[in-house]
Nanobody, 120 residues
Framework: QVQLVESGGGLVQAGGSLRLSCNVS????????MGWYRQAPGKQRELVWF?????????TYADAVKDRFTVSIDNAKNTLFLQMNSLKPEDTAVYYC????????????WGHGTQVTVSS
């Protein structure tokens, strides 16, 4: 089992910054894929960032956050970070961390989320 705990959310004014953290109960290096997602009120959960380490690797940022959000990893602390700059009211959402493993079988794990609210 992989446990994910997000933190760092809060209330920020438009144009401000926040850094979210996702602490992983295992080695991030061993994960097949990791991701950040968000869900705004009344909307479906959407991808913010997704990275596959296996199968040649591939990283994707959502168009809405490119050039504003950056993901980094501290492998020593098993922590994934989402640095969010130039925040907009439309970034308001609950942000979730996701981990995917494929061995010994495919499994998908999600954190409980952290609320980000951007005021105009």
């Amino acid at each position: 089992q992989v446990q994910l705990v997000e933190s760092g959310g809060g209330l920020v004014q438009a144009g401000g910054s926040l850094r979210l953290s996702c602490n992983v109960s295992g080695s991030i290096f061993s994960m097949y894929a990791m991701g950040w997602y968000r869900q705004a009120p009344g909307k479906q959960r959407e991808l913010v960032w997704f990275s596959i380490s296996g199968d040649g690797g591939r990283t994707t940022y959502a168009d809405a956050v490119k050039d504003r959000f950056t993901v980094s990893i501290d492998n020593a602390k098993n922590t994934l970070f989402l640095q969010m700059n130039s925040l907009k009211p439309e970034d308001t959402a609950v942000y979730y961390c996701r981990a995917v493993i494929t061995s010994p079988e495919f499994k998908d794990f999600w954190g409980h989320g952290t609320q980000v609210t951007v005021s105009s």
